[in-house]
């Protein structure tokens, strides 16, 4: 029997996920179904219910649902801790284990795909909700420099910032929290905008030197122009959008859950020729 598993989120018919995974399978010779659900807003619950019900085998988990599927899981692995969210699924037994692949992912896709070395490098991390949240810990392990979180509020960013000076593995970095227009004077090597202004057309308050010489700016948005990558564009950045991150994040949850790690470059390259 065909092994069933989909991506859940609000909105979702944009999404490129089964079409990545469909490639994966066809590359790895593994017959899997992979479609799109849209949960309401009130009823992630029941639709993960519903998949169990129905035999799936797993799913990813996308806005706004990735920190409600972690709550909902009844295992964790230790990155879906870290992060306090979960993106993967995974159902047996009737129990759900969650993961968390968006970190590695966003990793692979800067350093691999994008030929930028993570480590010693300065790093402002835009945003301070679930996205931020699943790539702050391997930014941390793979950088070994601490970030600063920029949020419009400051409670979230501290918030995010306690989960690194609280964690053992990194407590020793001294992540600094700043609410928008804190940063007048500062430069980063890396800034990465996790919020959703990308969808929503909305600006970032960022000073124009906010972008080290030869810095990469990296909207975690993909399919589209957003203002963050034209003012960074527009200030001498490298600019980057988050559609190999979404290609690299599905690779690790398609290697959990088939145990097969697929080849990302002909996926990305058919996505974007």
């Keep these: 029997m065909t092994d069933r598993y989909a991506v859940i989120g609000n909105p979702i018919s944009h999404s490129k996920s089964p079409l990545i995974h469909r490639m994966f399978a066809e590359q790895a010779g593994q017959d899997i179904s992979y479609e799109a ?19 799936y085998k797993g799913c990813n988990v996308t806005v ?25 699924l995974s159902f047996k037994d009737g129990k759900i284990y969650a993961d968390n ?3 590695t992912g966003l990793v692979r896709d800067i350093e691999i795909n994008h030929g930028f070395k993570l480590k010693g ?48 593995n990194f407590s020793h970095f ?20 996790a919020t ?20 990469l700016a990296y909207d975690m948005m993909y399919g589209r122009e957003t203002p963050f990558m034209t003012f960074a564009r527009a200030h001498g950045a490298q600019v980057a959008d ?7 994040q599905a690779a690790e949850a398609f290697y959990i859950w088939r145990g097969v790690r697929p080849d990302t470059e002909p996926v990305f390259k058919a996505l974007r020729p």
């Design 242 to 248: 988050g559609l190999g991150m979404l290609v690299e």
């Design 37 to 55: 659900i849209e949960a309401p807003m009130e009823g992630f619950a029941a639709t993960i219910e519903r998949l169990l019900t129905d035999g």
């Design 121 to 168: 490098k300065s790093i402002l991390l835009i945003g301070a909700g679930g996205a931020a949240q699943g790539v702050l810990h391997p930014l941390l392990e793979a950088s070994q420099a601490p970030p600063v979180i920029y949020n419009r509020t400051l409670e979230k960013a501290i918030k995010l910032q306690k989960t690194v000076t609280e964690h053992g």
């Design 196 to 215: 959703s202004t990308g969808l929503t057309g909305g600006e970032i308050p960022l000073p124009a030197s906010i972008f080290a010489p030869d810095a």
């Design 174 to 193: 001294s992540v600094k929290a700043a609410e928008f227009g804190a940063l007048t004077n500062e430069q980063f090597n890396i800034v990465i905008n």
């Design 101 to 103: 692949t968006d970190g």
């Design 64 to 88: 706004p649902f990735k920190l409600e599927a972690w709550k909902l899981a009844n295992e964790h692995t230790s990155r879906s801790i870290d992060a306090e969210a979960t993106n993967t």
